[in-house]
């Protein structure tokens, strides 16, 4: 139902733009996310978006360098990397909530309920 994309190779200091496109469902009613899973390690909160935009949440280690958004007349989300770092390295994976019209932005794995495939990508030094 959700389909994760625009991973790849990029430079340290480059920018990469990933979607995340819902099927079978709607979400723009709820808050979506985006995570991370660095090679051996636990997944991690990235960013959030309430269902209307209306309030967004990031990781302190992202703040200022990646920007969540979203499209509900698309049924889209995105996350624009910018500045990247070796240490953003990661399989990235989008996220959806499942209560509608809350304005709650969970840094909790196990606050969203449904999950993309995940996308690559990897920052070179």
């Known amino acids: 139902e959700l389909q994760a994309s625009g991973g790849g190779l990029v430079q340290a200091g480059g920018s990469l733009k990933l979607s995340c496109a819902a099927s079978g469902r709607t979400f723009s009613s709820v808050t979506v996310g985006w995570f991370r899973q660095p090679p051996g390690k636990e997944r991690e909160f990235v960013a959030a978006?309430?269902?209307?935009?209306?309030?967004?949440n990031y990781a302190d280690s992202v703040k200022g360098r990646f920007t969540i958004s979203r499209d509900n007349d698309k049924n889209m989300m995105y996350l624009q990397m910018s500045s990247l770092k070796t240490e953003d390295t990661a399989v990235y994976y989008c996220a959806a909530d499942n209560v509608p019209y809350y304005n709650r932005v969970a840094v909790s794995v196990s606050q969203y309920d449904y999950w993309g495939q995940g996308t690559q990508v990897t920052v070179s030094s």
């Open positions: 978006i309430s269902w209307n935009g209306g309030v967004q």
